[in-house]
């Protein structure tokens, strides 16, 4: 069946080496980080934070209203 999550939208993180995957799940409202690695084809872009691996990445929990 579905499941649902509890948080918004704007809670979730969204992890990707495609500019274009990142520009859309931007777009949807998701927090995202674009994820650069040696040997990647893909260029960091000037738009989204970037870390060099997953070690890099800091999750803060998300504030609840």
Not at 13 to 34: C, I, K, M, P, Y
């Amino acid at each position: 069946g579905v499941q649902t999550c509890a948080l918004p939208i704007s809670g979730l993180l969204f992890l990707s080496d495609v500019v274009a995957e990142l520009d859309a799940a931007t777009a949807a409202g998701w927090q995202v980080v674009q994820v650069t690695r040696p040997g990647e084809p893909h260029a960091a872009g000037a738009t989204h934070p970037v870390v060099d691996s997953f070690a890099d990445v800091e999750i803060a929990p998300a504030s609840r209203s």
